[in-house]
């Protein structure tokens, strides 16, 4: 999906604040509920929209910079050294930033419908949260949230300062310029 232009401008340099901010964000709250699961089943499906809409930011930024490149070949600029290292970040970040999401989606639905089970049901020692609502599943859980938050904020980071060197790297002459 290739978005070249967005209110006349490249969209690029407009849609990457989307990731960038919002999945460390998310990556920094998921890892504070990882540790106080109390917060998690109060305001886990919060976590889940801000996620989603890092990850939907992810996807936008991904194929905006496909735009951005194509724009770029059609104006007769060639691309910089580092751009394809770039373009790699961006879509390993972008896989993070998705598989992030899915790990707070379903981390957060499974505890909702294990917790609406046992109220239904009442919370006997078959019931599906008393088997989740153990110290081994819970610890299973943080970990989970802590290594897919510290791998989607390590990945956008990595492909925004890449991104960065492209534009801002004076020893390109292109400061401000043709980056991606």
């Given at each position: 999906?290739?978005?070249?232009?967005?209110?006349?401008?490249?969209?690029?340099?407009?849609?990457?604040?989307?990731?960038?901010?919002?999945?460390?964000?998310?990556?920094?709250?998921?890892?504070?509920?990882?540790?106080?699961?109390?917060?998690?089943?109060?305001?886990?499906?919060?976590?889940?929209?801000?996620?989603?809409?890092?990850?939907v930011g992810g996807?936008?930024?991904?194929?905006?910079?496909?735009?951005?490149?194509?724009?770029?070949?059609?104006?007769?600029?060639?691309?910089?050294?580092?751009?394809?290292?770039?373009?790699?970040?961006?879509?390993?970040?972008?896989?993070m930033g998705l598989?992030?999401?899915?790990?707070?989606?379903?981390?957060?639905?499974?505890?909702?419908?294990?917790?609406?089970?046992?109220?239904?049901?009442?919370?006997?020692?078959?019931?599906?949260?008393?088997?989740?609502?153990?110290?081994?599943?819970?610890?299973?859980?943080?970990?989970?949230?802590?290594?897919?938050?510290?791998?989607?904020?390590?990945?956008?980071?990595a492909a925004g300062?890449?991104?960065?060197?492209?534009?801002?790297?004076?020893?390109?002459?292109?400061?401000?310029?043709?980056?991606?």
């Amino acid at each position: 999906m290739e978005l070249e232009k967005l209110f006349g401008l490249p969209a690029h340099p407009l849609l990457v604040h989307l990731p960038v901010v919002l999945i460390p964000l998310s990556g920094i709250i998921a890892i504070v509920f990882a540790f106080k699961s109390a917060w998690l089943d109060r305001y886990g499906w919060h976590l889940v929209a801000l996620t989603f809409v890092g990850a939907v930011g992810g996807v936008l930024a991904a194929g905006s910079g496909e735009g951005l490149a194509a724009l770029q070949r059609r104006a007769g600029v060639p691309l910089q050294a580092g751009a394809d290292d770039h373009f790699e970040l961006g879509e390993t970040a972008r896989n993070m930033g998705l598989l992030f999401f899915l790990v707070v989606f379903a981390v957060v639905a499974v505890r909702w419908y294990a917790r609406k089970q046992a109220a239904d049901v009442g919370d006997g020692a078959d019931s599906l949260w008393s088997k989740l609502n153990t110290k081994g599943v819970a610890v299973a859980m943080a970990v989970v949230l802590v290594l897919s938050a510290g791998a989607a904020t390590y990945s956008i980071s990595a492909a925004g300062h890449q991104g960065a060197k492209l534009v801002w790297d004076k020893g390109s002459g292109t400061q401000g310029g043709a980056g991606g």
